[in-house]
């Protein structure tokens, strides 16, 4: 498709959410300035801890206090502050029931499609998670409980452990999300099978060898070039990847909640990497990136201090990889201006998040700032039109017109220059991977050392057959001389040893060597089967004239070939499912048409008048 289709409501909050959201950031506001002055509100003079009620005149003199250091109506602080005071009271009364009961007061917060009977939930924190969701299903009106999602501290909560095993506190906040709707509940049906799955394909194929087998994953840096790991780091980096990209494609295709579970199973499988690993790759910064447009799309709330944490860390990531002022990429890609949509979507998200937080300060800067981003990477639509005529994707268009700053003629030299980078690593590596597989096939001379690559050439430019060259390295060494010598003077010899290694490897006995075991006087098809089992003509011949010209065959040696063939089979499923759904083109998570953002800027910038 040319462009993603976008509903100028798709992220527009409803009345609902946004009355929350409003509210959320002027409690916020009140609330920073009372930790700053060490204010508590529970306690005299501002509530009666005898007759257990508000001391309304003390609030009232607060609110007026307070209003030189926040910019509200005097109504609305005072409004704030009983709201302040009711939750705070609310927490000492949860947090004494639970010193008592053991049973736990949570705070229920619905994503965008929910809604729930009762703002809090009591459940003592050994229950499961299957009993906080079939607890939750009855509030929120769900009997399909398959659908709901709950997540805690920016955790899927898990179905088989209790509570407590989760890190779930008494009061803590729970986001609740309906995953998919009804024509998408082929996809909730099989999530949880799709994420063990992508998890099996990818710890499969990431123990895969590129210099021997068809099917692998490797992890590759922002050139392309594939990083050298050791194999336990490898499988955990491409675990943690495959999920992110399984839950990138359902981010594409909008199904939010669904796509925040998988990149947030991605975000735990991340975090079982070294520190230093994940510095070599900028996946888990865009994943938190991710991760906090998600709560954006889904309305919570809730989540923000989460997303507040994450777009932080993301912020610290892009810094090092990227540079201070891009610097590093453009080094790398010759300009910047792809990247920069990433620090687009990265500054309006920390806008709005200070904004819910009740920085308005800050918020109004860093909107400010995403507003003048925009206009810097607004695209020309007649631009992008006439070079996807020329047939580049959309996506190349898009890119290349941003990395040159909007000249069409540099853009498509730059696209050009990007498939030709592309074309010759992917060239190089393939070269490498044959190099490699050539060098498994022949395998070592009788010294150990493997036969040399560049004298085999050599030898088959000079007539001889694959076989008798690297039979006649084998046996000379690698002295290439020597080889020759013994091609001209014992082929004979070196065919045969050729053939013997052959079977040796599971590989058919060649007619040759069926006729030579035939000559002795033995019927074709034992023959064959002789030489199966026993990989020479000398052993054939034994085997036979033991069993008075009957052998039996030998089922390992068959089923170890039939293995290796179930075995790349069952590779190629693994690496078909990995790659359903994820886009072909590496720099598809730079593809931003900044629609939504657009969206999402002007709205907020409202919000802030």
């Known amino acids: 498709t040319s462009t993603r289709g976008f509903r100028s409501n798709e992220y527009k909050m409803d009345s609902e959410n946004l009355a929350l959201a409003q509210e959320e950031a002027t409690l916020t506001k009140i609330r920073t300035v009372l930790n700053t002055h060490k204010v508590k509100l529970w306690e005299a003079p501002y509530y009666d801890t005898e007759r257990k009620v508000p001391n309304e005149p003390s609030l009232h003199e607060l609110a007026v206090t307070l209003s030189a250091d926040v910019d509200l109506p005097r109504p609305h602080i005072f409004q704030g502050l009983q709201m302040l005071q009711q939750h705070a009271l609310e927490k000492l009364a949860a947090r004494?029931?639970?010193?008592?009961?053991?049973?736990?007061?949570?705070?229920?917060?619905?994503?965008?499609?929910?809604?729930?009977?009762?703002?809090?939930?009591?459940?003592?924190?050994?229950?499961?998670?299957?009993?906080?969701?079939?607890?939750?299903?009855?509030?929120?009106?769900?009997?399909?409980?398959?659908?709901?999602?709950?997540?805690?501290?920016?955790?899927?909560?898990?179905?088989?452990?209790?509570?407590?095993?989760?890190?779930?506190?008494?009061?803590?906040?729970?986001?609740?999300?309906?995953?998919?709707?009804?024509?998408?509940?082929?996809?909730?049906?099989?999530?949880?099978?799709?994420?063990?799955?992508?998890?099996?394909?990818?710890?499969?194929?990431?123990?895969?060898?590129?210099?021997?087998?068809?099917?692998?994953?490797?992890?590759?840096?922002?050139?392309?070039?594939?990083?050298?790991?050791?194999?336990?780091?490898?499988?955990?980096?491409?675990?943690?990847?495959?999920?992110?990209?399984?839950?990138?494609?359902?981010?594409?295709?909008?199904?939010?909640?669904?796509?925040?579970?998988?990149?947030?199973?991605?975000?735990?499988?991340?975090?079982?990497?070294?520190?230093?690993?994940?510095?070599?790759?900028?996946?888990?910064?865009?994943?938190?990136?991710?991760?906090?447009?998600?709560?954006?799309?889904?309305?919570?709330?809730?989540?923000?201090?989460?997303?507040?944490?994450?777009?932080?860390?993301?912020?610290?990531?892009?810094?090092?990889?990227?540079?201070?002022?891009?610097?590093?990429?453009?080094?790398?890609?010759?300009?910047?201006?792809?990247?920069?949509?990433?620090?687009?979507?990265?500054?309006?998200l920390q806008g709005i998040v200070a904004f819910h937080l009740g920085r308005d300060r800050e918020a109004k800067l860093l909107l400010e700032k995403v507003n003048i981003e925009m206009q810097l990477m607004a695209v020309d639509e007649m631009d992008l039109m006439e070079i996807a005529s020329m047939g580049y994707s959309i996506a190349e268009a898009r890119v290349g017109l941003r990395a040159t700053l909007g000249d069409r003629k540099l853009a498509v030299d730059h696209i050009i220059k990007r498939r030709e980078e592309k074309e010759d690593i992917i060239r190089k590596e393939k070269e490498e991977r044959e190099r490699g597989k050539l060098r498994d096939r022949l395998g070592r001379c009788a010294d150990g050392s493997w036969i040399n690559v560049g004298y085999y050439n050599t030898l088959r430019k000079m007539g001889f057959t694959e076989k008798v060259a690297a039979a006649a390295l084998r046996q000379a060494n690698n002295s290439l001389n020597t080889a020759v010598q013994l091609l001209q003077e014992e082929p004979d010899l070196i065919s045969l040893a050729a053939d013997e290694r052959e079977m040796g490897t599971g590989v058919e006995p060649s007619d040759e060597m069926v006729a030579s075991v035939v000559a002795m006087g033995f019927e074709a098809d034992m023959a064959k089967v002789a030489l199966t089992n026993e990989g020479s003509v000398e052993g054939a011949v034994e085997k036979l004239m033991e069993g008075g010209g009957v052998v039996e065959p030998v089922e390992g040696v068959e089923d170890e070939r039939k293995g290796k063939r179930r075995r790349t089979d069952k590779d190629e499923e693994a690496y078909n499912r990995i790659k359903e759904g994820i886009a072909e083109n590496d720099e598809d998570h730079l593809d931003i048409d900044l629609v939504e953002e657009g969206e999402l800027l002007h709205q907020y910038l409202s919000l802030m008048k």
């Open 96 to 348: 004494d029931r639970f010193k008592e009961s053991g049973i736990a007061n949570l705070k229920i917060r619905c994503a965008k499609g929910l809604k729930c009977k009762a703002k809090t939930c009591d459940i003592a924190l050994s229950s499961t998670g299957a009993q906080l969701v079939e607890k939750i299903s009855v509030l929120v009106n769900c009997p399909a409980k398959e659908k709901l999602k709950i997540i805690c501290n920016g955790r899927v909560i898990g179905l088989d452990l209790s509570l407590g095993d989760q890190n779930v506190k008494n009061s803590a906040t729970i986001m609740v999300v309906l995953v998919g709707d009804n024509e998408a509940m082929a996809i909730v049906a099989e999530q949880r099978k799709m994420m063990e799955e992508t998890k099996a394909d990818a710890a499969r194929l990431s123990g895969r060898d590129s210099n021997r087998d068809d099917y692998f994953l490797q992890v590759a840096d922002q050139s392309g070039k594939s990083l050298d790991l050791p194999a336990g780091e490898k499988r955990s980096l491409i675990i943690a990847m495959s999920l992110h990209e399984k839950g990138r494609a359902a981010l594409k295709k909008k199904q939010y909640s669904a796509a925040l579970v998988m990149l947030l199973e991605a975000d735990q499988e991340f975090n079982q990497c070294r520190s230093d690993l994940l510095g070599m790759v900028d996946n888990f910064a865009i994943l938190s990136l991710d991760i906090a447009w998600c709560y954006l799309a889904l309305q919570t709330v809730s989540e923000l201090p989460d997303a507040e944490a994450r777009l932080a860390r993301c912020e610290e990531k892009f810094k090092s990889s990227y540079g201070d002022n891009m610097e590093r990429v453009a080094a790398l890609k010759g300009s910047k201006g792809s990247e920069q949509a990433l620090m687009l979507r990265l500054h309006l």
